[in-house]
């Protein structure tokens, strides 16, 4: 009982450590144009927005795209058999500067800062293939990420992705919020489980109040992957994609971002990168 107690005030001090911070960092968020207001407003107001990179009009997209394309040959070449768990593909690209330095253009950074609300911590970058599956498990099955109070993700489709592709997939907030009793449900579920499966879910939030996410390459997703209750969708055919994260700095989990820029996944081999690579991001999560 008096542990409990006892870690229910260390939570408490924190989250108002957390909340006084945010406060005495209003005055310093970067100024955002009215499109990144609007970007910034939609995933406080839904936990989400989605745009493309044309619309982003970022001046590292080429490079970034080039990067990621000749990298693509060289993944899922296994024989992946249906009847399986297929798990997906993934290369650790956070110490490539073509993909590593579009995610710390300032364009993101402000917009990612101002959604936060406290200088930004950029864990890395994952280049992901993920294939056919017929049964749910890992993030195929309905989850909430953990790092921090809010974790900001950015999604890039790099093919065009249709229902058979397996596109993100979240339930609105206004159907699990924390003053919602789907949400305690919820909860208890992922907490028992680790993860919920569609009948499962179907139970407390009907299908057809989900929100499937379809698009083509190019099309890229802010997500709160902490607040919105998210998952990918089972799939018929391959979907490629890359993967941000950001989170305050420090998180409140940080042993939980290190797969990022740790050795957990493997990393291309590309020899003609290597002189370039930057060091500190094996190390630790950058701050910007």
Request: hydrophobic share 35%; glycine share 4%; net charge positive.
């Amino acid at each position: 009982m008096f542990t409990t107690v006892a870690e229910k005030i260390v939570s408490l001090k924190s989250e108002l450590t957390y909340r006084s911070s945010r406060w005495q960092h209003l005055n310093k968020l970067p100024i955002l144009t009215k499109k990144e207001r609007i970007i910034v407003d939609s995933i406080k107001r839904d936990g989400i927005y989605i745009t493309n990179l044309t619309e982003l009009g970022l001046t590292s997209t080429s490079l970034l795209l080039n990067s990621a394309y000749s990298l693509l040959p060289s993944m899922g070449k296994t024989n992946y058999s249906s009847s399986k768990k297929n798990p997906p593909e993934i290369y650790i690209v956070t110490d490539l500067p073509s993909f590593y330095d579009w995610g710390k253009e300032e364009k993101i950074i402000n917009i990612i800062e101002n959604y936060i609300g406290l200088p930004v911590a950029y864990h890395g970058v994952h280049l992901r293939k993920d294939f056919p599956n017929k049964n749910q498990f890992e993030t195929l099955l309905w989850h909430r990420d953990i790092e921090d109070r809010r974790v900001l993700k950015v999604i890039i489709y790099l093919n065009d992705v249709e229902e058979k592709h397996g596109p993100f997939e979240y339930v609105p907030i206004s159907f699990t919020s924390k003053s919602h009793p789907n949400y305690y449900r919820i909860q208890n579920k992922i907490k028992n489980l680790g993860g919920i499966d569609d009948q499962t879910l179907n139970k407390i939030v009907p299908k057809a109040a989900w929100k499937s996410c379809p698009g083509p390459a190019g099309t890229v997703i802010f997500a709160d992957t902490r607040r919105i209750l998210h998952h990918g969708t089972l799939r018929t055919e391959e979907r490629s994609a890359l993967f941000f994260v950001y989170t305050a700095n420090p998180p409140k989990r940080p042993e939980l971002c290190a797969h990022y820029w740790n050795n957990h996944y493997p990393r291309p081999n590309l020899d003609k990168e290597v002189d370039e690579v930057k060091e500190e991001a094996k190390v630790e999560p950058v701050t910007v």
